[in-house]
Nanobody, 126 residues
Framework: QVQLVESGGGLVQAGGSLRLSCAASGRTFSSYGMGWFRQAPGKEREFVAA????????DYADSVKGRFTISRDNAKNTVYLQMTSLKPEDTAVYYC???????????????????WGQGTQVTVSS
């Protein structure tokens, strides 16, 4: 079992930056691939970024490549999403997720994530 708590969301002007954090419980965090997803009002949840359990593999949605960076600190049981050059269309609730089993890298496949946080709101004003 993995429990996830996101933080770091807020209101920022277009062009600004935010760093989201996702704190995980459990001793096995370091063996889980992790992902970030987001859901804007009236839209389906979409993939943002993913990272393997070692941090050696990462994937990004085309819409955030070059602007967002996913990273993890296994000693702190935390995964991060550094967001730069934010745009109004990045406005959404951002969710952290953990893969359905250890030592499995789900990448952008939402169905392969079994554990989800409660989400943190990111609002980008124009």
């Amino acid at each position: 079992q993995v429990q996830l708590v996101e933080s770091g969301g807020g209101l920022v002007q277009a062009g600004g930056s935010l760093r989201l954090s996702c704190a995980a419980s459990g001793r096995t965090f370091s063996s889980y691939g992790m992902g970030w997803f987001r859901q804007a009002p009236g839209k389906e949840r979409e993939f943002v970024a993913a990272i393997s359990w070692t941090g050696g593999s990462t994937d990004y949605a085309d819409s955030v490549k070059g602007r967002f960076t996913i990273s993890r600190d296994n000693a702190k049981n935390t995964v991060y999403l550094q967001m730069t050059s934010l745009k109004p269309e990045d406005t959404a609730v951002y969710y952290c997720a953990a893969g359905f089993r250890s030592y499995y890298y789900a990448g952008g496949r939402e169905s392969a994530y079994a554990y989800w946080g409660q989400g943190t709101q990111v609002t980008v004003s124009s």
